[in-house]
């Protein structure tokens, strides 16, 4: 069965520094990787996503993150944070089963 | 949110009571997905179709239920026989299946909160 694990329910971080938000996962087959992201009793908006090619994936709003496939890990990162990208940030794996599992879950809160 | 609208924001349901969740889509997506979010565990998939007149149980499709009559609707019935249904719902479609070209994002809609009297 597939799996992703997102290890961190918080990240912290202060404004302009750089956030990471980090992402494991397990599936079978070759693995197509999506990070979302959702603000406060609103649905899920699309950030960015690893189908094949470059290990660097840019995304909207100054994300990029990057696959690693011998870590099996898929971590979101941003140069500088902002206030506004405080939010609730999902990972989401899909394999041969063609079926989307998302992780559980990072808050990440920026403080000014 | 662009393209999907979830009715109504906020429902409230009594015991016993069965409750419907509307989902329309303007992008004229063929899939279409409803998840259940629960604090801390991420979404769960409850149904999902692929086309019309056809849909498959997800993950935790025990008392619910679903119609795709129309490609642009994909309405989600709460019965009785959920137990503990409150929660947040989110209805999702996507251009097309999965198909060997690859895999598309899911587009989301704002949600309904459903909670129980």
């Known amino acids: 069965a597939q799996s992703v694990a997102q290890p961190e329910d918080q990240v912290n971080v202060a404004e302009g520094n750089p956030l990471t938000v980090k992402c494991t996962y397990s599936v079978s087959g070759n693995p197509y990787l999506f990070w979302y992201v959702q603000y406060p009793n609103r649905g899920l908006q699309f950030l960015l996503k690893?189908?094949?090619?470059?290990?660097l994936v840019k995304g909207s709003y100054g994300f990029e993150a990057e696959f690693n496939k011998s870590q099996t890990s898929f971590h979101l990162k941003k140069p500088s944070a902002l206030v506004s990208d405080s939010a609730l940030y999902f990972c989401?794996?899909?394999?041969?089963?063609?079926?989307?599992?998302f992780g559980s879950g990072t808050q990440l809160t920026v403080l000014p | 949110d662009g393209g999907i609208t979830q009715s109504p924001k906020y429902l409230f349901r009594k015991e016993g009571q069965n409750v419907t969740l509307s989902c329309e889509q303007n992008l004229n997506h063929d899939a279409m997905y409803w998840y259940r979010q629960d604090p801390g565990q991420g979404l769960r998939l409850i149904y999902y179709s692929q086309i019309v007149n056809d849909f498959q149980k997800g993950d935790i499709a025990e008392g619910y239920s679903v119609s795709r009559e129309k490609k642009e609707s994909f309405p989600l019935t709460v019965t009785s026989a959920q137990k503990n249904p409150t929660a947040f719902y989110l209805c999702?479609?996507?251009?097309?299946?999965?198909?060997?070209?690859?895999?598309?994002?899911?587009?989301f809609g704002p949600g309904t909160r459903l909670t129980v009297l």
């Open positions: 690893y189908i094949t090619g470059d290990n």
């Open positions: 989401a794996v899909t394999g041969s089963a063609r079926q989307l599992t």
């Open positions: 999702a479609s996507t251009p097309r299946t999965s198909g060997p070209r690859g895999h598309s994002e899911q587009f």
